[in-house]
């Protein structure tokens, strides 16, 4: 994630010290899947960077996940920002096609704001 | 004004606050074709706003258009008009329009007025009405003693009143004005007491007032109702009423629940897991959709069929008052399109841009020569969500959605309801509008499946050049978005004003004033600059942002600036920008810009800055700033640790600075040390008491630690001190989802700042 210039990778980074905390913790065993995320800078395909959140495991890497992860995404980099900060819905940005979902639907839902740590501004 | 508006369903207010040579006038009078009204558009900017808030009469004179009451005559007497409204003209009018049409002509209101006056005194100690005679006279008579008994404060007797055979039309009318009447006239009782007394009004005319209880006066979407209340008096009569008036139900009781259309959407799939299942079971892929969707409809079934329903409809009744609003909007928009490809951004900050824009967004409304709030703005709900995805473009689908909806009204949404029930009446305009929008793509969209794998699949490019194109218009990043209204405008020192507001603390008012000042005098870099500083203090980053970048305009080299939008732009995480700007600081310092290498590229590399601010740090270990910037370039490349040993010698050399207590605090958080960053937030709270940003920020440390209950105390304190902290909002919201309190999600999607607080003190 160092050599990332998304924003993605900076929250992703938060999260990935976040899930060794006790709420963290807490977090990864209440959703217990893996999350496959293909994330690019402007436009949707275009230069994807690929991450995996673990919830399993609780960790964070790059890189395609290696198995089948229950639900993977595909969005950019504003988008995926809005969803994880609860500017926007996941369902609505489906509908609107900002968001591609694959996998199991019942891991897809419970993708939502409530996984991600929230950045503390200076 | 606009309440009386409302209660008369009439345009019949006189224009005022008109300057008779106005250019914008007649500029705006060739834009928005409103040329069949036989006045001209006067008072253009200079008009009053109106905001249908209804029953606030104290909070007068309501500004203008930033910066109007410099150039154009104001209109003064809102007040005046409050108290004359209360004393009872209108409420005349408000009998009056209970007459069916053909009654009218029954002599003037104040004769009227004297009838009834003497019908009382007949009628001897019991005041009551005449209870004979045709229905007309009985009913007036009814409704004047609830009106002279609420003005007395006395509540409303029942009286016994013959059967007055009213439609069910009629019925809804006095229904619904009642209770809008009775709010006014009672404004100062408690809430159960007016309901009690429209209860026995409408009790005593065997009106059946079920209807209303669905429909409480303060649902959560005051204005919805209130827009729907007008539509009604266009409709007056008409079986569609009920379905309608369900349907409207209907929606306010799914925006108690927020995701309530999806839920809906999932029950009538009679399938609890909701939409995603239903199309997931379909196919096992979201293509299932489009799939589902085609089958039903065949291939161009949606848009075909939509265009069906349309052409069936002929021109509504309702559709004419507005479609001089719509074409206005359709004007405005393509006349804010033109004027948005101008990139200047003096130009885009400017007010005629600004009006024309909030014209074509339908913000604002021109009707009888008067500026009126339109309802757009006041969306809620989804329709909220779909505005503030797309920031007010002019152009895009959502908005456009948004747009004809709302300020076409409820009406076209009850039409296109009730179309099922073959009762229409919709606007052509609308018609043509929406297949405009491309629904030919979006059939073909449909019809090829492209929801599954492609990657180039068209719906979403057009999404995306839509959505880039929105973002060099008007609200966009980077482009300051002034206050609505703003009573500093004219104020004779905004600049004083705004320090000392600021000084105090209260940011929210110092922003006004500052904006007031700035709008004065765009080339005031110290404005600016305090505009930011009052901003990010706020928790508004985008907007300090957006303020900086002005200051740093006018004045290129200020270090403060420069410091500014460094840490800006490191909270929107936003790392290259942040490390220009913080590399800028290093140049444009006096003593140390000798240290940095000429021929700097825009892109520096992060451990190259790093290392020149340690040199600078070691040439004058006493200069704090040197430290603070040292602090925010650490946390660009998490290395925490070094960030807060930077922030706490910064703090050796300036133990007083609030900002200072608030970085190293959210350095701890998001080095997960949340509960040494609290103490650190509580520091700068002990120095600043209003610093929103730390408030915030002590929720996020307690929601970080799974400690959902303390966050919500703390950013409801946030959003109260500020409560156009979107941020906070947001927050609130997951962290209210996560303690369990999803009963008071409605609260926080309508921002119901009494309730929040009354239910989570600090």
């Not at chain 2, 492609?454 to 300051?480: I, N």
């Not at chain 2, 040439?619 to 430290?627: C, G, L, Q, T, W």
């Not at chain 2, 959902?708 to 979107?726: F, G, L, Q």
């Not at chain 2, 009963?743 to 921002?751: E, F, K, Q, V």
Request: hydrophobic letters at 35%; one cysteine or more; aromatic letters at 10%.
């Amino acid at each position: 994630m160092e050599g990332s210039k998304l924003k993605a990778a900076r929250l992703l980074e938060q999260m990935s010290a976040h899930l060794a905390t006790d709420a963290g913790k807490e977090i990864a065993n209440k959703v217990g899947f893996v999350y496959q995320l293909n994330i690019s800078p402007k436009k949707m395909g275009v230069d994807e960077e690929i991450f995996v959140v673990d919830l399993k495991k609780g960790a964070v890497s790059t890189g395609k996940y290696e198995g089948t992860p229950d639900a993977s995404f595909t969005f950019t980099d504003d988008d995926f920002l809005a969803i994880a900060s609860g500017k926007l819905n996941p369902q609505m940005a489906f509908i609107r096609g900002k968001l591609k979902i694959k996998g199991s639907i019942s891991a897809a839902q419970k993708f939502t704001p409530d996984i991600f740590p929230k950045p503390a501004k200076l | 004004m606009g309440t009386r508006h409302l209660i008369t369903g009439q345009n019949n207010c006189a224009p005022d606050g008109g300057s008779s040579s106005n250019p914008f006038g007649t500029l705006a009078n060739t834009l928005l074709g409103q040329s069949s009204k036989a006045e001209s558009l006067k008072g253009l900017p200079g008009a009053s706003v109106n905001v249908p808030t209804t029953s606030d009469y104290s909070t007068a004179p309501l500004s203008t258009l930033p910066g109007s009451e410099n150039e154009f005559k104001q209109d003064q007497r809102p007040f005046a008009r409050g108290a004359d409204f209360i004393r009872g003209g209108p409420a005349n009018d408000w009998v009056e329009s209970f007459r069916p049409p053909g009654h009218s002509a029954f002599g003037g209101p104040e004769a009227n007025f004297a009838e009834f006056e003497q019908i009382y005194n007949n009628a001897g100690p019991t005041l009551g009405p005449a209870l004979d005679g045709p229905p007309q006279r009985v009913l007036s008579g009814v409704l004047h003693s609830f009106l002279s008994s609420g003005r007395a404060g006395v509540p409303f007797q029942p009286v016994p009143v013959p059967a007055l055979g009213l439609s069910e039309g009629d019925k809804q009318c006095i229904r619904d004005r009642s209770c809008i009447m009775a709010r006014h006239i009672l404004a100062d009782q408690p809430e159960e007491y007016i309901q009690a007394q429209v209860n026995t009004l409408l009790h005593s005319l065997d009106i059946d007032n079920n209807h209303r209880m669905k429909n409480p006066l303060h649902g959560p979407y005051p204005e919805m109702e209130e827009y729907w209340n007008q539509s009604q008096s266009a409709l007056r009569s008409g079986p569609m009423h009920n379905a309608a008036n369900n349907w409207i139900t209907e929606f306010g009781n799914q925006n108690n629940n927020p995701e309530g259309w999806i839920t809906e959407f999932g029950k009538q799939n009679n399938n609890p897991e909701g939409w995603i299942t239903e199309f997931g079971k379909q196919n096992n892929n979201p293509a299932g959709w489009a799939h589902s969707f085609e089958q039903q409809y065949g291939p161009n079934g949606w848009a075909s069929e939509f265009e069906q329903h349309q052409s069936q409809m002929a021109m509504g009744q309702m559709g004419g008052a507005n479609m001089a609003n719509l074409a206005a909007m359709q004007q405005s928009r393509m006349l804010a399109e033109t004027l948005s490809s101008n990139n200047d951004p003096k130009f885009q900050n400017s007010k005629f841009f600004q009006f024309v824009s909030k014209m074509s967004r339908g913000e604002l409304i021109i009707e009888d020569n008067q500026v009126k709030q339109g309802s757009a703005s006041q969306s809620s709900g989804w329709a909220d969500e779909f505005q503030t995805q797309h920031n007010a473009n002019a152009n895009s689908w959502a908005d456009q959605f948004v747009h004809e909806e709302l300020s076409q009204g409820a009406d076209n949404w009850v039409s296109e309801f009730s179309s099922e029930q073959n009762q229409g009446g919709l606007n052509e305009k609308w018609v043509d509008e929406f297949s405009k929008l491309k629904v030919d793509d979006w059939a073909e969209e449909f019809s090829g499946g492209a929801f599954g794998e492609s990657s180039a699949d068209p719906w979403a490019d057009e999404f995306q050049s839509q959505l880039s194109a929105s973002k060099s218009s008007g609200a966009s990043r980077g482009v300051y978005v002034f206050s609505e209204m703003n009573p500093y405008v004219g104020h004779p020192n905004p600049m004083q004003e705004g320090q000392e507001l600021f000084r105090k603390g209260l940011l929210s008012e110092a922003a006004l004033a500052l904006e007031a000042e700035v709008l004065k005098n765009p080339d005031n870099a110290e404005g600016w600059r305090l505009l930011g500083a009052t901003h990010a203090e706020n928790d508004d980053d985008q907007q300090a942002i957006a303020a900086m970048l002005r200051a740093q305009e006018a004045n290129p080299t200020n270090l403060e600036v420069l410091l500014s939008l460094g840490v800006s732009h490191t909270n929107e995480l936003e790392q290259g920008e942040a490390l220009r700007y913080l590399s800028r600081w290093l140049q444009n310092h006096p003593k140390y810009g000798g240290i940095v290498p000429p021929h700097q590229t825009d892109s520096p590399y992060g451990p190259d800055v790093v290392r020149l601010f340690n040199e600078a740090a070691q040439m004058s270990p006493e200069d704090a700033d040197v430290h603070i910037v040292l602090g925010v370039l650490y946390n660009l490349s998490r290395e925490y640790d070094k960030a807060i040993a930077s922030f706490k010698t910064a703090l050796q050399l300036k133990p007083q600075d609030y900002s200072l207590w608030n970085k190293l605090g959210a350095t701890q958080a998001n080095s997960i040390q949340s509960a040494d960053a609290v103490l650190a937030y509580q520091q700068a709270l002990d120095l600043k008491p209003n610093y929103v940003r730390a408030w915030a920020n002590m929720g996020i440390s307690y929601a970080n630690q799974g400690l959902y209950e303390d966050s919500i105390r703390y950013y409801v304190r946030a959003v109260s001190m500020n409560p156009k902290a979107d941020n906070a909002w947001q927050y609130l919201r997951i962290s209210l989802g996560n303690a369990s309190r999803s009963d008071m999600i409605a609260a926080c999607d309508s921002r119901n700042l009494d309730v929040l607080q009354k239910e989570f003190p600090l």
